[in-house]
């Protein structure tokens, strides 16, 4: 990875718009390559493995141990680059994907790289070590099914679009690691019900972001709009336009959600493994993205969990039930699921989701608190399901797992790095990876949902 200074610093010794000539060397997490220039480590974006680029540097001071940049030129080209489909995509565009200048097998095996590193880094499992746990193939990034149009191209899944509002009420995409708001005239990772909903069509003064929610079967879209707030916590005057597509409208509030018109939830259709469900899911409540995402994690935690008739299952961090439900299917009425979660507005979603399943109980509040009231108990469970927020679940949360003594841990994963130290943390109380699949729920963009599967050893 030699470089070559191919301009001078910027002002006053900083580095940034320094543009510098180096070789790629290998993917790291976070959407970047690894080059290295007079020692220090560049993360430079919009390059591949194995490619030679002028690099420019865009964040970093002189003391620092490494700077990002940008590959602004390509000298010696991957076999695995393509032309970016989105216009917008690029240095110093919309910052919301990151490889879409790689080929769609190429972005999977880059995932695929980053999570293998993750896990051998921070928890010490080398090629060696994952190999009876990811089969012959090695670790695989799994394509799943949608029904967008342009799914297969990894384009056109993205049910839910967080606008962000910029100068003049207009709406936008962030740029990478930026405030600066990109009006694109189409985000082309927006599933086709979404992506109706044109941005630049009407403005929105006074507010701070706008998500759309558009699911892919039915006929439900909503718009749920964030106010803007100024320092002393007061909202700014906000007027809500005429959205150009027929839409429900609701605003966030200091007292939930409120209802401008139409509804305030949405309805999302999943093919469960035991047949079709519907759940209600409120405003901005969690729910995967991708079309195909909710059925092939519902699928992959049932196999991975390998429940029989009349067993016990805790699912955390539940949202509007989507796992719950697929797990009750599995226990049958004999058995018995717990459900936690803590946000009041998904635990409203999933008593009413889950309501004609007598085998769940439903668990508002937090994940370490419930597990310490079932331990308080001696409630049994035979498995345990964790579906954390990117930060993952962390020490205390697993050591109260633990100590419930569930036969299986099966951990689903949005960020490599949080699963891997999960996993080192539940190796030290005596789990063992023994199942691990991902899944491109996210094509474009660097991330990866992971399920592992861990035995008590
Ligand atoms: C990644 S989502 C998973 C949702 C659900 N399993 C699904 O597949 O739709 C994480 C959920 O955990 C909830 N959550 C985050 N921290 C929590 C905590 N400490 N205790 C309980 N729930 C929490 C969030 O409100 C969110 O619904």
Redesign the pocket.
Same mark, same amino acid.
């Given at each position: 990875m030699s470089s070559q200074p191919a301009q001078q610093a910027g002002e006053q010794g900083s580095p940034v718009g320094l543009e510098v000539e180096v070789e790629v060397g290998p993917v790291a997490h976070g959407g970047h390559c690894v080059a290295r220039h007079e020692g220090r480590v560049l993360f430079v974006r919009h390059a591949l493995p194995g490619e030679r680029v002028v690099a420019r540097v865009t964040e970093g001071a002189p003391r620092d141990s490494y700077w990002r940049a940008d590959a602004v030129a390509v000298l010696r080209l991957s076999p695995d680059r393509v032309t970016p489909p989105c216009p917008w995509a690029g240095p110093g565009l919309c910052g919301g994907c990151d490889w879409q200048h790689a080929a769609l097998p190429a972005q999977r095996a880059l995932k695929a790289a980053v999570l293998a590193e993750q896990l051998e880094r921070l928890a010490g499992l080398d090629a060696a070590a994952l190999a009876p746990v990811t089969g012959d193939g090695g670790l695989v990034v799994e394509a799943v099914d949608g029904d967008g149009v342009d799914v297969e191209a990894g384009l056109r899944w993205r049910t839910r679009v967080q606008y962000a509002v910029g100068p003049g009420g207009r709406l936008g995409l962030r740029e990478h690691r930026s405030h600066r708001v990109v009006e694109v005239d189409d985000c082309r990772i927006a599933a086709p019900r979404a992506a109706e909903v044109d941005p630049r069509a009407v403005t929105w003064p006074g507010a701070e972001g706008v998500e759309v929610v558009a699911p892919q079967t039915g006929e439900d879209r909503l718009l749920v709009v964030t106010p803007r707030r100024t320092g002393d916590g007061q909202g700014r005057r906000l007027r809500l336009p005429n959205p150009p597509a027929p839409s429900s409208l609701a605003v966030v509030g200091d007292e939930g959600l409120a209802r401008v018109r139409g509804r305030t939830w949405v309805a999302q259709e999943v093919e469960l493994p035991r047949g079709p469900r519907s759940f209600r899911v409120t405003g901005s &409540?969690?729910?995967?993205v991708h079309p195909g995402a909710?059925a092939a #994690?519902a699928g992959a935690v049932v196999r991975f969990a390998g429940l029989a008739p009349g067993e016990a299952v805790a =699912? #955390?961090? %539940? &949202? $509007?039930g #989507? #796992?719950t439900a697929a797990l009750a299917e599995e226990v049958g009425e004999d058995g018995r699921v717990v459900s +936690?979660?803590? =946000?009041a507005r $998904?635990v409203a979603d999933a008593r009413r989701n889950l309501r004609d399943l007598p085998q769940v109980r439903v668990l508002p &509040?937090? +994940? =370490?608190r %419930?597990l310490g009231a079932m331990a308080a108990d001696d409630e049994h469970v035979d498995v345990v399901v964790l =579906?954390?927020?990117r930060v993952g679940a962390r020490r205390g +949360?697993l050591e109260r797992v633990a100590s419930l003594a569930p036969r299986t841990v099966v951990h +689903?994963a949005?960020d490599p790095a949080a699963l891997a130290r999960d996993v080192a943390v539940l190796a030290e109380l005596g789990y063992r990876l023994d199942g691990l699949r991902a899944f491109d729920l996210f094509p474009q963009t660097h991330h990866v949902e992971a399920v592992a599967r861990l035995v008590r050893a």
């Amino acid at each position: 990875m030699s470089s070559q200074p191919a301009q001078q610093a910027g002002e006053q010794g900083s580095p940034v718009g320094l543009e510098v000539e180096v070789e790629v060397g290998p993917v790291a997490h976070g959407g970047h390559c690894v080059a290295r220039h007079e020692g220090r480590v560049l993360f430079v974006r919009h390059a591949l493995p194995g490619e030679r680029v002028v690099a420019r540097v865009t964040e970093g001071a002189p003391r620092d141990s490494y700077w990002r940049a940008d590959a602004v030129a390509v000298l010696r080209l991957s076999p695995d680059r393509v032309t970016p489909p989105c216009p917008w995509a690029g240095p110093g565009l919309c910052g919301g994907c990151d490889w879409q200048h790689a080929a769609l097998p190429a972005q999977r095996a880059l995932k695929a790289a980053v999570l293998a590193e993750q896990l051998e880094r921070l928890a010490g499992l080398d090629a060696a070590a994952l190999a009876p746990v990811t089969g012959d193939g090695g670790l695989v990034v799994e394509a799943v099914d949608g029904d967008g149009v342009d799914v297969e191209a990894g384009l056109r899944w993205r049910t839910r679009v967080q606008y962000a509002v910029g100068p003049g009420g207009r709406l936008g995409l962030r740029e990478h690691r930026s405030h600066r708001v990109v009006e694109v005239d189409d985000c082309r990772i927006a599933a086709p019900r979404a992506a109706e909903v044109d941005p630049r069509a009407v403005t929105w003064p006074g507010a701070e972001g706008v998500e759309v929610v558009a699911p892919q079967t039915g006929e439900d879209r909503l718009l749920v709009v964030t106010p803007r707030r100024t320092g002393d916590g007061q909202g700014r005057r906000l007027r809500l336009p005429n959205p150009p597509a027929p839409s429900s409208l609701a605003v966030v509030g200091d007292e939930g959600l409120a209802r401008v018109r139409g509804r305030t939830w949405v309805a999302q259709e999943v093919e469960l493994p035991r047949g079709p469900r519907s759940f209600r899911v409120t405003g901005s &409540g969690f729910w995967q993205v991708h079309p195909g995402a909710a059925a092939a #994690l519902a699928g992959a935690v049932v196999r991975f969990a390998g429940l029989a008739p009349g067993e016990a299952v805790a =699912d #955390l961090y %539940a &949202g $509007a039930g #989507l #796992l719950t439900a697929a797990l009750a299917e599995e226990v049958g009425e004999d058995g018995r699921v717990v459900s +936690v979660e803590g =946000d009041a507005r $998904a635990v409203a979603d999933a008593r009413r989701n889950l309501r004609d399943l007598p085998q769940v109980r439903v668990l508002p &509040g937090r +994940v =370490d608190r %419930a597990l310490g009231a079932m331990a308080a108990d001696d409630e049994h469970v035979d498995v345990v399901v964790l =579906d954390p927020p990117r930060v993952g679940a962390r020490r205390g +949360v697993l050591e109260r797992v633990a100590s419930l003594a569930p036969r299986t841990v099966v951990h +689903v994963a949005c960020d490599p790095a949080a699963l891997a130290r999960d996993v080192a943390v539940l190796a030290e109380l005596g789990y063992r990876l023994d199942g691990l699949r991902a899944f491109d729920l996210f094509p474009q963009t660097h991330h990866v949902e992971a399920v592992a599967r861990l035995v008590r050893a």
